[in-house]
Nanobody
């Protein structure tokens, strides 16, 4: 499975972005997809995830209420919509997938995209 993350860019605080994670398989709905981010000098952290074959989602407290994960099974794509962006949201955002259930741990995921950079200016 290959994942392609896209949609990052330079925005101002308070703006919105939508990141996409496109998969190379038609059965992407059978995969749990997670989003992680890594800021400069910091460890990779969990942002949120959407469980396979359902719309069940889970978010880190730091983004809850601002970020939303959704999926379009017809396009084998999972989206991460980022609203009310803050400078501390600046990071490289990665999508990852597994055929197993939802987890907050990066080691749980088997497939990773290349990352897309989000920069939020104040």
């Amino acid at each position: 499975v290959q994942l392609q993350a896209s949609g990052g860019g330079l925005v101002q605080a308070g703006d919105s972005l939508r990141l996409s994670c496109a998969a190379s398989v038609r059965t992407f709905s059978s995969y749990t997809t997670g989003w992680f981010r890594q800021a400069p000098g910091k460890e990779r952290e969990f942002v949120g995830a959407i469980r396979y074959s359902s719309s069940t989602t889970y978010y880190a407290d730091s983004v809850k209420g601002r970020f939303t994960i959704s999926r379009d099974n017809t396009k084998s794509t999972v989206y991460l919509t980022l609203n009310s962006l803050k400078p501390e949201d600046t990071a490289v955002y990665y999508c990852a997938a597994t055929t197993r259930g939802l987890s907050l741990s990066s080691s749980w995921y088997d497939y990773w995209g290349q990352g897309t950079l989000v920069t939020v200016s104040s």
